[in-house]
């Protein structure tokens, strides 16, 4: 990890969680100068809170509480009321950060340890490996998946299929989302997605990692060449390729592994190429790793590409999605 990088990202956490910290104190203050018995109550509760701590310490043996949480329950109450009048909730108080995991620190923090937050981690692989791979997800996502792109039109003997491709998609989105939302899950299977160049392949896994990535988790985004070809530079000990980038093909949440076919291979990428996806499946137990493979090739020249035990690895652990119909990319020029 490169640590001047990192020291930078931390500096803009800081930076932004002052922002969203003096943004909040300043709502509140205007507020306050809108509703002086907003104010007041708040001040009370605030007194109320130090009181009950002051009680605690000075071992007072008169039990006070019964008073502190009648007074507490009638003033919450009361601020409830002016809130609703004033058209606006409690949260809107609090500090919006960035991050709601770390806010905006940089660091998950636990009785144990202090490990670095995710959302660190991802700005580090965007700027370090995915570079522009993931850089388009406000326009590529489940917000403007346009299902009406693909035709309607049943024509079995075009497709191979004996649903239209209209209706093959939207299977398809449905097994997304269902990955999606069972992510956490080991039994939940990776997936696959197979079919010709311009069917949406690419725009659906950008539309998985941004949930997945609003969601807190990790994305990797590789083509399978260059993905490969840092591996073998790794294990012949090139100067520019670290450890931690090797790493973290295993351990990143989702790694997204995009034209798989388009790689020279031979049998050292044959083996590197197993051990990523059969690791990646292994880590289940500990850590839940998932994978995203797109292909242009179909399943039988997968079976005539690669070795059996790749093949099988696919077959058994992952949702395999075909796409079919005509080129979106030419129907969208044309809208």
Do not use: W
Request: one cysteine or more.
């Amino acid at each position: 990890m490169d640590s001047s990088l990192l020291k930078t990202l931390l500096r803009e956490k800081e930076q932004k969680k002052i922002r969203a910290e003096i943004t909040a104190e300043n709502f509140k203050n205007e507020i306050y100068k809108k509703n002086k018995k907003l104010q007041e109550i708040d001040d009370t509760l605030n007194s109320i809170a130090l009181s009950k701590i002051h009680n605690i310490l000075q071992n007072n043996n008169k039990d006070l509480s019964f008073d502190f949480e009648t007074k507490i329950l009638d003033l919450k109450k009361e601020k409830q009321k002016i809130l609703f009048l004033l058209g606006i909730k409690e949260t809107d108080f609090e500090p919006h950060y960035e991050c709601s995991i770390c806010k905006d620190t940089g660091y998950i923090t636990n009785s144990y340890e202090s490990t670095i937050c995710n959302c660190i981690k991802q700005k580090l692989f965007d700027l370090e490996y995915n570079k522009s791979n993931i850089n388009n997800l406000e326009k590529e996502n489940f917000g403007t998946f346009r299902t009406d792109l693909y035709s309607d039109k049943i024509d079995e003997k075009k497709y191979n299929a004996n649903i239209s491709p209209q209706t093959n998609i939207l299977n398809i989105k449905e097994i997304a989302e269902n990955f999606i939302s069972n992510f956490d899950y080991p039994e939940e299977k990776n997936l696959l997605f197979t079919g010709n160049t311009g069917l949406g392949k690419t725009f659906l896994s950008n539309c998985i990692a941004k949930e997945l990535l609003d969601k807190g988790k990790t994305v990797l985004y590789q083509t399978s060449s260059i993905m490969l070809d840092t591996i073998i530079d790794y294990r012949f000990g090139k100067e520019n390729i670290s450890k931690e980038l090797y790493q973290n093909l295993f351990d990143v949440d989702l790694l997204i592994i995009d034209d798989l076919g388009t790689e020279c291979m031979n049998s050292m990428k044959f083996t590197e190429l197993f051990n990523i996806i059969n690791t990646r499946l292994l880590n289940q137990n500990s850590h839940i790793t998932k994978t995203i493979i797109s292909t242009n090739l179909s399943l039988q020249n997968l079976f005539s590409t690669y070795d059996e035990r790749i093949v099988s690895r696919l077959i058994g652990s992952y949702n395999i999605c075909r796409f079919f119909g005509e080129d979106i990319r030419l129907k969208k020029s044309a809208t």
